[in-house]
């Protein structure tokens, strides 16, 4: 998970849900060896990254916007490793 610190659980969401929604959820949290408020809690950070990992705008402070644009223009690091990733088929394509 990006950004979750270990901190101690202080906070509550509550959800109203039908029962078959409650029964298809409590099945998957089983299925996969956890109780249903870690599920619903997995399940729900994952796709908070996925929505914000689409974002394609955002604001950001004038010292922000000069931190951010400092290293855009800062001189590109070459590195093999990443140079031969980008050039040399993959797998796929040999």
Known sequence: MVGVLKESKSERIEVRLTPSTKRIIQEAA???????????????????????????????????????????????????ALRRLLTEPSALER
């Open 30 to 80: 089983t299925a996969t060896h956890t109780d249903l408020s870690e599920f619903v809690l997995q399940s729900s950070l994952t796709e908070a990254e996925i929505a914000l990992s689409r974002r394609t705008r955002f604001v950001l402070d004038a010292d922000q916007w000069s931190k951010f644009v400092e290293i855009l223009d800062r001189p590109v690091t070459d590195i093999p």
